[in-house]
Protein backbone atom coordinates (compact mmCIF):
# COMPACT_ATOMS: atom_id res chain seq x y z
CA UNK A 1 0.00 0.00 0.00
CA UNK A 2 0.97 3.39 -0.84
CA UNK A 3 1.88 5.33 2.15
CA UNK A 4 0.60 9.07 2.47
CA UNK A 5 4.13 10.70 3.73
CA UNK A 6 5.89 9.94 0.65
CA UNK A 7 3.69 12.94 -0.79
CA UNK A 8 5.57 15.14 2.06
CA UNK A 9 8.81 16.22 0.35
CA UNK A 10 8.57 14.79 -2.75
CA UNK A 11 8.53 17.41 -5.92
CA UNK A 12 5.98 17.63 -8.18
CA UNK A 13 9.20 16.98 -11.16
CA UNK A 14 11.19 14.09 -9.26
CA UNK A 15 7.21 12.19 -8.83
CA UNK A 16 6.89 9.48 -11.34
CA UNK A 17 3.24 8.95 -13.71
CA UNK A 18 1.27 6.41 -12.02
CA UNK A 19 1.60 2.81 -13.84
CA UNK A 20 -0.83 2.86 -16.96
CA UNK A 21 -2.79 0.69 -18.31
CA UNK A 22 -3.36 0.93 -21.91
CA UNK A 23 -4.95 -0.49 -24.80
CA UNK A 24 -8.32 -1.52 -23.04
CA UNK A 25 -10.77 -2.40 -26.11
CA UNK A 26 -13.75 -1.52 -23.72
CA UNK A 27 -12.43 2.29 -24.23
CA UNK A 28 -12.71 2.51 -27.62
CA UNK A 29 -16.47 3.82 -27.77
CA UNK A 30 -17.64 5.98 -25.84
CA UNK A 31 -21.17 4.30 -24.59
CA UNK A 32 -19.42 0.89 -23.61
CA UNK A 33 -17.13 3.11 -21.48
CA UNK A 34 -20.30 4.93 -19.88
CA UNK A 35 -22.10 1.09 -18.88
CA UNK A 36 -18.83 -0.63 -18.28
CA UNK A 37 -19.30 -4.62 -16.70
CA UNK A 38 -17.74 -4.57 -12.86
CA UNK A 39 -15.01 -6.74 -14.91
CA UNK A 40 -13.60 -3.31 -15.87
CA UNK A 41 -12.11 -2.84 -12.39
CA UNK A 42 -10.43 -6.40 -12.23
CA UNK A 43 -8.97 -5.12 -15.36
CA UNK A 44 -7.08 -2.11 -13.55
CA UNK A 45 -6.40 -3.20 -10.30
CA UNK A 46 -3.56 -5.84 -11.04
CA UNK A 47 -1.24 -2.57 -12.13
CA UNK A 48 -1.32 -1.61 -8.48
CA UNK A 49 -2.84 1.29 -6.01
CA UNK A 50 -2.59 4.00 -8.12
CA UNK A 51 -3.77 3.30 -12.21
CA UNK A 52 -4.06 5.64 -14.81
CA UNK A 53 -5.94 5.20 -18.62
CA UNK A 54 -7.10 7.25 -21.21
CA UNK A 55 -11.00 7.31 -22.54
CA UNK A 56 -13.39 9.47 -23.86
CA UNK A 57 -10.21 11.95 -24.45
CA UNK A 58 -9.92 12.80 -20.61
CA UNK A 59 -7.29 11.40 -18.44
CA UNK A 60 -8.12 8.84 -15.45
CA UNK A 61 -6.44 7.41 -12.88
CA UNK A 62 -8.17 5.20 -10.54
CA UNK A 63 -7.49 4.82 -7.14
CA UNK A 64 -7.53 1.33 -4.97
CA UNK A 65 -5.90 2.43 -1.85
CA UNK A 66 -7.94 3.09 1.30
CA UNK A 67 -5.34 5.75 3.13
CA UNK A 68 -5.35 7.50 -0.19
CA UNK A 69 -8.99 8.17 -0.67
CA UNK A 70 -8.89 9.32 2.62
CA UNK A 71 -6.22 11.43 2.09
CA UNK A 72 -8.49 12.77 -0.90
CA UNK A 73 -11.82 12.82 0.82
CA UNK A 74 -10.51 14.00 4.27
CA UNK A 75 -6.96 15.01 4.75
CA UNK A 76 -6.45 16.91 1.46
CA UNK A 77 -9.79 17.24 0.02
CA UNK A 78 -9.39 21.42 0.00
CA UNK A 79 -7.11 20.14 -2.71
CA UNK A 80 -10.20 17.87 -4.88
CA UNK A 81 -13.03 19.31 -5.62
CA UNK A 82 -15.76 17.30 -6.85
CA UNK A 83 -14.05 17.64 -10.55
CA UNK A 84 -15.97 18.57 -14.59
CA UNK A 85 -17.08 14.82 -15.04
CA UNK A 86 -19.70 15.23 -12.08
CA UNK A 87 -20.23 19.34 -12.63
CA UNK A 88 -21.14 18.92 -16.30
CA UNK A 89 -23.70 16.68 -14.69
CA UNK A 90 -24.82 18.60 -11.97
CA UNK A 91 -25.24 21.72 -14.73
CA UNK A 92 -28.34 20.14 -15.92
CA UNK A 93 -29.87 18.46 -13.06
CA UNK A 94 -29.77 20.94 -10.26
CA UNK A 95 -26.58 23.79 -10.42
CA UNK A 96 -27.88 25.03 -6.83
CA UNK A 97 -27.87 21.82 -5.42
CA UNK A 98 -25.54 21.10 -2.35
CA UNK A 99 -24.58 17.77 -4.29
CA UNK A 100 -22.57 20.14 -7.44
CA UNK A 101 -21.85 23.17 -5.64
CA UNK A 102 -18.43 24.00 -4.70
CA UNK A 103 -16.99 26.68 -2.07
CA UNK A 104 -18.80 29.01 0.26
CA UNK A 105 -21.80 28.44 -1.59
CA UNK A 106 -21.53 24.64 -0.51
CA UNK A 107 -20.93 25.44 3.06
CA UNK A 108 -23.45 27.77 3.42
CA UNK A 109 -25.93 25.12 2.28
CA UNK A 110 -24.32 22.19 3.55
CA UNK A 111 -25.40 23.93 7.21
CA UNK A 112 -28.92 24.73 6.38
CA UNK A 113 -29.74 21.32 5.20
CA UNK A 114 -27.83 19.62 8.01
CA UNK A 115 -30.41 20.04 10.16
CA UNK A 116 -33.06 18.23 8.34
CA UNK A 117 -31.09 15.16 8.82
CA UNK A 118 -30.94 15.27 12.58
CA UNK A 119 -31.73 11.94 14.34
CA UNK A 120 -34.68 13.95 15.72
CA UNK A 121 -35.91 14.98 12.32
CA UNK A 122 -34.88 11.50 10.16
CA UNK A 123 -37.48 9.88 13.32
CA UNK A 124 -40.28 11.84 11.82
CA UNK A 125 -40.11 9.62 8.30
CA UNK A 126 -39.90 6.54 9.57
CA UNK A 127 -43.67 5.86 9.57
CA UNK A 128 -43.46 6.57 5.75
CA UNK A 129 -40.91 4.23 5.50
CA UNK A 130 -42.28 1.46 7.23
CA UNK A 131 -46.01 1.98 5.87
CA UNK A 132 -44.98 2.26 2.05
CA UNK A 133 -43.08 -1.04 2.61
CA UNK A 134 -45.62 -2.58 4.24
CA UNK A 135 -47.63 -1.92 1.55
CA UNK A 136 -45.36 -2.78 -0.72
CA UNK A 137 -45.08 -6.51 1.03
CA UNK A 138 -48.90 -6.51 0.67
CA UNK A 139 -49.74 -5.80 -2.32
CA UNK A 140 -47.40 -9.32 -3.36
CA UNK A 141 -49.86 -12.59 -3.93
CA UNK A 142 -48.14 -15.54 -2.86
CA UNK A 143 -45.67 -17.45 -5.23
CA UNK A 144 -45.98 -13.95 -7.91
CA UNK A 145 -42.68 -13.37 -9.25
CA UNK A 146 -41.78 -9.81 -9.15
CA UNK A 147 -39.09 -7.36 -10.40
CA UNK A 148 -37.46 -6.03 -7.58
CA UNK A 149 -35.35 -3.09 -8.79
CA UNK A 150 -38.66 -1.86 -9.94
CA UNK A 151 -40.73 -2.58 -7.06
CA UNK A 152 -37.91 -0.84 -4.78
CA UNK A 153 -37.47 2.07 -6.91
CA UNK A 154 -41.10 2.55 -6.74
CA UNK A 155 -41.25 2.25 -2.91
CA UNK A 156 -37.82 4.46 -2.43
CA UNK A 157 -40.03 6.67 -4.87
CA UNK A 158 -42.76 6.94 -2.52
CA UNK A 159 -41.09 7.35 1.03
CA UNK A 160 -39.22 10.44 -0.66
CA UNK A 161 -42.50 12.22 -2.00
CA UNK A 162 -43.57 12.18 1.50
CA UNK A 163 -40.66 12.93 3.24
CA UNK A 164 -40.11 15.61 1.23
CA UNK A 165 -42.89 16.95 0.00
CA UNK A 166 -45.70 15.39 2.13
CA UNK A 167 -47.24 14.16 -0.38
CA UNK A 168 -49.34 10.65 -1.00
CA UNK A 169 -48.64 8.52 -3.50
CA UNK A 170 -52.07 9.04 -4.62
CA UNK A 171 -52.13 12.64 -4.54
CA UNK A 172 -52.45 14.27 -8.41
CA UNK A 173 -49.31 16.79 -7.29
CA UNK A 174 -47.39 13.59 -6.38
CA UNK A 175 -47.37 12.20 -10.10
CA UNK A 176 -45.60 15.74 -10.55
CA UNK A 177 -42.77 14.55 -8.50
CA UNK A 178 -42.75 10.64 -10.03
CA UNK A 179 -42.48 12.00 -13.37
CA UNK A 180 -39.75 14.59 -12.77
CA UNK A 181 -37.51 11.68 -11.07
CA UNK A 182 -38.15 9.38 -13.73
CA UNK A 183 -37.51 11.87 -16.09
CA UNK A 184 -34.31 12.72 -14.26
CA UNK A 185 -33.38 9.18 -14.21
CA UNK A 186 -33.38 8.45 -17.76
CA UNK A 187 -31.08 11.88 -18.48
CA UNK A 188 -29.11 10.61 -15.81
CA UNK A 189 -28.30 7.30 -17.56
CA UNK A 190 -24.94 6.91 -17.85
CA UNK A 191 -25.00 6.33 -21.75
CA UNK A 192 -26.60 9.85 -22.22
CA UNK A 193 -24.54 10.98 -19.22
CA UNK A 194 -21.33 10.04 -20.82
CA UNK A 195 -22.14 11.58 -24.13
CA UNK A 196 -22.95 14.69 -22.18
CA UNK A 197 -19.52 14.97 -20.83
CA UNK A 198 -18.12 15.17 -24.19
CA UNK A 199 -20.60 17.23 -26.23
CA UNK A 200 -20.76 20.91 -25.72
CA UNK A 201 -23.15 21.48 -22.91
CA UNK A 202 -26.73 22.40 -23.56
CA UNK A 203 -26.72 20.28 -26.92
CA UNK A 204 -29.32 18.45 -25.84
CA UNK A 205 -29.03 14.79 -25.38
CA UNK A 206 -31.03 11.48 -24.06
CA UNK A 207 -34.12 12.71 -23.51
CA UNK A 208 -33.97 16.17 -22.14
CA UNK A 209 -36.73 18.04 -23.24
CA UNK A 210 -39.04 15.71 -21.88
CA UNK A 211 -36.47 16.35 -18.67
CA UNK A 212 -37.24 20.18 -19.25
CA UNK A 213 -40.49 20.28 -19.29
CA UNK A 214 -40.78 17.90 -16.47
CA UNK A 215 -38.41 20.06 -14.26
CA UNK A 216 -40.64 23.28 -15.44
CA UNK A 217 -43.37 21.50 -14.06
CA UNK A 218 -41.84 20.30 -10.65
CA UNK A 219 -40.36 24.20 -10.29
CA UNK A 220 -44.06 25.78 -10.47
CA UNK A 221 -45.69 22.92 -7.71
CA UNK A 222 -42.09 23.45 -5.68
CA UNK A 223 -43.30 27.20 -5.85
CA UNK A 224 -47.06 27.08 -5.04
CA UNK A 225 -45.85 24.56 -2.42
CA UNK A 226 -43.29 27.20 -0.58
CA UNK A 227 -45.89 30.01 -0.85
CA UNK A 228 -48.43 27.93 0.92
CA UNK A 229 -45.92 26.36 3.48
CA UNK A 230 -44.81 30.06 3.98
CA UNK A 231 -48.35 31.69 4.74
CA UNK A 232 -49.19 29.14 6.43
CA UNK A 233 -46.24 29.29 9.24
CA UNK A 234 -47.96 29.78 12.79
CA UNK A 235 -51.38 28.50 11.17
CA UNK A 236 -52.64 24.40 11.37
CA UNK A 237 -49.84 23.10 8.69
CA UNK A 238 -46.87 24.63 11.18
CA UNK A 239 -46.46 21.26 12.10
CA UNK A 240 -45.76 20.26 9.08
CA UNK A 241 -41.98 17.66 9.45
CA UNK A 242 -41.17 17.48 5.46
CA UNK A 243 -38.17 18.76 3.93
CA UNK A 244 -39.86 21.56 1.76
CA UNK A 245 -41.35 22.84 4.96
CA UNK A 246 -38.56 23.06 6.63
CA UNK A 247 -36.42 24.84 3.60
CA UNK A 248 -38.92 27.05 3.06
CA UNK A 249 -39.32 28.52 6.93
CA UNK A 250 -34.98 27.93 6.69
CA UNK A 251 -33.05 31.09 7.22
CA UNK A 252 -29.48 31.92 6.17
CA UNK A 253 -27.21 33.67 9.16
CA UNK A 254 -28.18 36.96 7.35
CA UNK A 255 -31.32 36.16 7.33
CA UNK A 256 -32.20 35.80 4.32
CA UNK A 257 -34.38 32.43 2.81
CA UNK A 258 -33.91 30.32 0.29
CA UNK A 259 -35.30 31.32 -3.31
CA UNK A 260 -38.44 29.11 -4.31
CA UNK A 261 -35.14 28.03 -7.50
CA UNK A 262 -33.19 27.51 -4.52
CA UNK A 263 -35.67 25.25 -2.67
CA UNK A 264 -36.06 23.44 -5.97
CA UNK A 265 -32.39 22.71 -6.91
CA UNK A 266 -32.20 21.24 -3.79
CA UNK A 267 -35.40 19.01 -3.34
CA UNK A 268 -34.22 18.00 -7.22
CA UNK A 269 -30.77 17.00 -5.67
CA UNK A 270 -32.44 14.86 -3.09
CA UNK A 271 -34.64 13.18 -5.13
CA UNK A 272 -31.98 12.36 -7.74
CA UNK A 273 -29.32 11.15 -4.56
CA UNK A 274 -31.81 9.52 -2.46
CA UNK A 275 -33.61 7.71 -4.69
CA UNK A 276 -31.98 4.96 -6.96
CA UNK A 277 -28.66 4.82 -4.50
CA UNK A 278 -31.55 3.50 -1.53
CA UNK A 279 -33.64 1.11 -4.40
CA UNK A 280 -30.27 -0.41 -5.38
CA UNK A 281 -29.11 -1.04 -1.95
CA UNK A 282 -32.30 -2.50 -1.18
CA UNK A 283 -32.27 -4.98 -4.20
CA UNK A 284 -29.17 -6.33 -3.98
CA UNK A 285 -29.82 -6.96 -0.07
CA UNK A 286 -33.11 -8.50 -0.81
CA UNK A 287 -31.52 -10.71 -4.03
CA UNK A 288 -28.45 -11.59 -1.13
CA UNK A 289 -30.65 -12.77 1.50
CA UNK A 290 -32.72 -14.53 -0.98
CA UNK A 291 -29.24 -16.89 -1.93
CA UNK A 292 -28.33 -17.18 1.82
CA UNK A 293 -30.94 -19.25 4.02
CA UNK A 294 -28.18 -19.17 7.11
CA UNK A 295 -27.92 -14.81 7.51
CA UNK A 296 -32.07 -14.97 6.32
CA UNK A 297 -32.66 -17.50 9.74
CA UNK A 298 -30.72 -15.05 11.92
CA UNK A 299 -32.90 -12.41 10.39
CA UNK A 300 -35.59 -13.74 11.23
CA UNK A 301 -34.72 -14.71 14.69
CA UNK A 302 -33.57 -11.27 15.23
CA UNK A 303 -37.08 -9.74 14.03
CA UNK A 304 -39.48 -12.15 16.37
CA UNK A 305 -37.01 -11.40 19.18
CA UNK A 306 -36.85 -7.83 19.02
CA UNK A 307 -40.03 -7.17 17.42
CA UNK A 308 -42.45 -10.06 18.56
CA UNK A 309 -44.95 -9.30 15.80
CA UNK A 310 -45.07 -5.77 14.97
CA UNK A 311 -43.60 -3.41 12.72
CA UNK A 312 -40.48 -1.43 13.42
CA UNK A 313 -40.43 2.13 15.32
CA UNK A 314 -37.28 4.17 15.43
CA UNK A 315 -36.67 3.02 18.83
CA UNK A 316 -35.54 -0.58 17.73
CA UNK A 317 -33.52 0.52 15.37
CA UNK A 318 -30.18 0.31 17.62
CA UNK A 319 -31.06 -3.39 19.05
CA UNK A 320 -31.68 -4.41 15.28
CA UNK A 321 -27.89 -5.70 14.39
CA UNK A 322 -28.41 -8.16 12.12
CA UNK A 323 -30.68 -6.12 10.06
CA UNK A 324 -27.97 -3.50 10.12
CA UNK A 325 -24.84 -6.05 9.11
CA UNK A 326 -27.24 -7.30 5.49
CA UNK A 327 -27.30 -3.73 4.96
CA UNK A 328 -23.38 -3.29 5.31
CA UNK A 329 -22.44 -5.89 3.67
CA UNK A 330 -24.85 -6.15 0.67
CA UNK A 331 -23.33 -2.17 0.12
CA UNK A 332 -19.86 -3.51 0.85
CA UNK A 333 -20.30 -6.10 -2.21
CA UNK A 334 -22.27 -3.99 -4.42
CA UNK A 335 -21.73 -0.02 -3.56
CA UNK A 336 -24.44 1.70 -5.13
CA UNK A 337 -21.95 4.92 -5.69
CA UNK A 338 -19.07 2.30 -6.94
CA UNK A 339 -16.74 5.12 -7.32
CA UNK A 340 -16.38 8.62 -6.62
CA UNK A 341 -14.82 11.63 -8.58
CA UNK A 342 -12.25 14.25 -8.10
CA UNK A 343 -10.49 16.68 -9.79
CA UNK A 344 -6.57 17.53 -8.51
CA UNK A 345 -7.18 21.70 -7.96
CA UNK A 346 -3.67 21.51 -9.76
CA UNK A 347 -0.89 19.29 -10.63
CA UNK A 348 0.14 17.51 -7.65
CA UNK A 349 1.83 14.24 -6.14
CA UNK A 350 -0.63 11.39 -4.56
CA UNK A 351 0.44 8.29 -3.13
CA UNK A 352 4.33 8.96 -4.79
CA UNK A 353 2.86 9.90 -8.01
CA UNK A 354 2.55 12.81 -10.15
CA UNK A 355 -1.33 13.63 -10.90
CA UNK A 356 -1.54 16.28 -14.14
CA UNK A 357 -4.08 19.16 -13.04
CA UNK A 358 -6.90 17.67 -15.47
CA UNK A 359 -7.02 14.21 -14.20
CA UNK A 360 -10.15 12.75 -13.24
CA UNK A 361 -9.68 11.02 -9.83
CA UNK A 362 -11.66 7.63 -9.44
CA UNK A 363 -12.00 6.41 -5.83
CA UNK A 364 -13.10 2.78 -5.97
CA UNK A 365 -15.59 2.00 -3.68
CA UNK A 366 -16.27 -1.21 -5.61
CA UNK A 367 -12.81 -2.37 -6.12
CA UNK A 368 -11.67 -1.16 -1.98
CA UNK A 369 -14.53 -2.94 -0.92
CA UNK A 370 -13.65 -6.30 -2.22
CA UNK A 371 -9.93 -6.40 -2.01
CA UNK A 372 -8.46 -9.15 0.04
CA UNK A 373 -6.17 -7.45 1.76
CA UNK A 374 -9.04 -5.76 4.21
CA UNK A 375 -11.73 -8.33 3.68
CA UNK A 376 -11.50 -12.40 4.31
CA UNK A 377 -13.48 -14.20 1.26
CA UNK A 378 -14.13 -10.95 -0.41
CA UNK A 379 -16.45 -12.25 -2.72
CA UNK A 380 -18.90 -13.98 -0.36
CA UNK A 381 -21.94 -12.59 0.96
CA UNK A 382 -21.47 -13.00 4.78
CA UNK A 383 -23.27 -10.37 7.17
CA UNK A 384 -21.50 -11.93 10.26
CA UNK A 385 -18.12 -9.58 9.72
CA UNK A 386 -19.77 -6.85 10.51
CA UNK A 387 -20.21 -8.33 14.59
CA UNK A 388 -17.04 -8.97 14.67
CA UNK A 389 -14.17 -6.35 15.03
CA UNK A 390 -11.46 -7.09 12.85
CA UNK A 391 -8.93 -4.10 12.12
CA UNK A 392 -8.99 -2.58 8.94
CA UNK A 393 -8.21 1.55 7.79
CA UNK A 394 -10.65 3.12 8.02
CA UNK A 395 -11.52 3.92 4.46
CA UNK A 396 -11.60 -0.17 3.37
CA UNK A 397 -15.11 0.71 3.35
CA UNK A 398 -17.07 4.06 2.27
CA UNK A 399 -20.36 3.61 0.54
CA UNK A 400 -21.56 7.09 2.09
CA UNK A 401 -18.43 8.82 1.15
CA UNK A 402 -16.53 10.94 3.55
CA UNK A 403 -14.66 14.02 4.82
CA UNK A 404 -16.73 17.16 4.98
CA UNK A 405 -18.71 15.92 1.80
CA UNK A 406 -20.29 12.45 2.82
CA UNK A 407 -23.60 11.61 2.09
CA UNK A 408 -25.71 14.13 3.67
CA UNK A 409 -29.04 11.79 3.94
CA UNK A 410 -26.78 9.20 5.34
CA UNK A 411 -28.89 9.05 8.73
CA UNK A 412 -32.10 8.44 6.51
CA UNK A 413 -30.93 5.97 4.05
CA UNK A 414 -29.17 3.81 6.68
CA UNK A 415 -32.59 4.20 8.87
CA UNK A 416 -34.78 3.17 5.40
CA UNK A 417 -32.90 0.04 4.61
CA UNK A 418 -33.39 -1.35 7.82
CA UNK A 419 -36.92 -0.05 8.71
CA UNK A 420 -37.70 -1.60 4.92
CA UNK A 421 -35.29 -4.83 5.26
CA UNK A 422 -37.21 -5.60 8.91
CA UNK A 423 -40.67 -4.53 7.07
CA UNK A 424 -40.66 -6.30 4.42
CA UNK A 425 -38.79 -9.77 6.14
CA UNK A 426 -41.94 -9.86 8.56
CA UNK A 427 -44.19 -10.04 5.62
CA UNK A 428 -41.99 -12.16 2.53
CA UNK A 429 -39.46 -14.39 1.97
CA UNK A 430 -37.68 -14.46 -1.76
CA UNK A 431 -36.55 -17.36 -3.27
CA UNK A 432 -34.40 -16.57 -6.71
CA UNK A 433 -35.55 -16.19 -10.25
CA UNK A 434 -32.29 -14.52 -11.41
CA UNK A 435 -29.69 -16.77 -10.67
CA UNK A 436 -26.76 -14.55 -11.19
CA UNK A 437 -26.23 -10.58 -11.55
CA UNK A 438 -23.69 -8.73 -13.98
CA UNK A 439 -24.23 -4.78 -12.78
CA UNK A 440 -22.96 -2.37 -14.93
CA UNK A 441 -21.48 1.11 -13.17
CA UNK A 442 -23.38 3.80 -13.88
CA UNK A 443 -24.17 6.67 -11.59
CA UNK A 444 -25.52 4.07 -9.27
CA UNK A 445 -24.21 0.24 -9.68
CA UNK A 446 -27.30 -1.01 -11.95
CA UNK A 447 -28.19 -4.54 -11.08
CA UNK A 448 -30.13 -4.82 -14.28
CA UNK A 449 -33.46 -6.82 -13.67
CA UNK A 450 -33.49 -8.80 -10.77
CA UNK A 451 -36.58 -11.34 -10.46
CA UNK A 452 -37.47 -13.04 -7.28
CA UNK A 453 -40.54 -15.16 -6.46
CA UNK A 454 -42.57 -14.32 -3.12
CA UNK A 455 -43.25 -16.26 -0.36
CA UNK A 456 -46.21 -15.14 1.88
CA UNK A 457 -45.09 -15.87 5.64
C1 LIG B 1 -28.05 3.80 0.28
C2 LIG B 1 -28.30 5.04 -0.07
C3 LIG B 1 -27.26 6.11 -0.34
C4 LIG B 1 -25.94 5.97 -0.70
C5 LIG B 1 -25.14 4.68 -0.89
C6 LIG B 1 -25.41 7.31 -0.85
C7 LIG B 1 -24.09 7.59 -1.18
C8 LIG B 1 -23.56 8.86 -1.26
C9 LIG B 1 -22.17 9.15 -1.51
C10 LIG B 1 -21.08 8.12 -1.77
C11 LIG B 1 -22.02 10.51 -1.48
C12 LIG B 1 -20.73 11.28 -1.67
C13 LIG B 1 -20.43 11.56 -3.12
C14 LIG B 1 -19.07 12.17 -3.31
O1 LIG B 1 -18.38 12.49 -2.34
O2 LIG B 1 -18.68 12.35 -4.47
C15 LIG B 1 -23.33 11.07 -1.25
C16 LIG B 1 -23.58 12.43 -1.17
C17 LIG B 1 -24.83 12.96 -0.94
N1 LIG B 1 -25.98 12.25 -0.64
FE1 LIG B 1 -26.17 10.25 -0.50
N2 LIG B 1 -26.39 8.21 -0.60
C18 LIG B 1 -27.54 7.53 -0.28
C19 LIG B 1 -28.77 8.07 0.07
C20 LIG B 1 -29.04 9.42 0.17
C21 LIG B 1 -30.32 9.99 0.56
C22 LIG B 1 -31.54 9.16 0.96
C23 LIG B 1 -30.20 11.34 0.47
C24 LIG B 1 -31.20 12.44 0.75
C25 LIG B 1 -32.45 12.28 1.01
C26 LIG B 1 -28.83 11.63 0.05
C27 LIG B 1 -28.32 12.89 -0.13
C28 LIG B 1 -27.01 13.16 -0.45
C29 LIG B 1 -26.50 14.51 -0.65
C30 LIG B 1 -27.29 15.80 -0.54
C31 LIG B 1 -25.12 14.39 -0.95
C32 LIG B 1 -24.14 15.52 -1.26
C33 LIG B 1 -23.49 16.04 0.00
C34 LIG B 1 -22.49 17.15 -0.26
O3 LIG B 1 -21.90 17.21 -1.33
O4 LIG B 1 -22.29 17.95 0.68
N3 LIG B 1 -28.17 10.44 -0.12
N4 LIG B 1 -24.24 10.06 -1.09
Known sequence: ??????????SRTDAEAPPRRTGLPVLGSTIPFARQGIDFTDELRPHGDVVAYRALGQEFVAVFDPDLVETVLVSRNDEFPKGEFETAFGELVA????????????????????????????QTYVDAMADEAAALADGWNDGEVVELREALSTFALGVLTRALFDLEFDDERAAVVR?????????????AYAVRSVVPSWLPVGDERRYERAMDDLSALVERLVEERRSDAGGDDAERDDLLSMLAAAEYPNGERMTPEEVRDQLVTFLFAGHETT????????????????????LDAELDAELGGRDPAFGDIPALDETEAIA???????PPAPILYREPREET???????????????????IHRDERWWSEPASFRP????????????????????PRHCLGMRFAMTELQIALATLARRVEFERVTESLDPTMGVTLDPGAVEVRVKKR
Open 1 to 10: MANRSVDAGR
Open 95 to 122: PEGVVFTEGERWRRQRQLLQSAFTPAEV
Open 179 to 191: EATRALADVADPS
Open 279 to 298: ATALTYACWLLAGHPDARRR
Open 328 to 334: REAMRLY
Open 349 to 367: VLGGYRLPADATLQLSAYG
Open 384 to 403: ERWLDDRERPEYAYFPFGGG
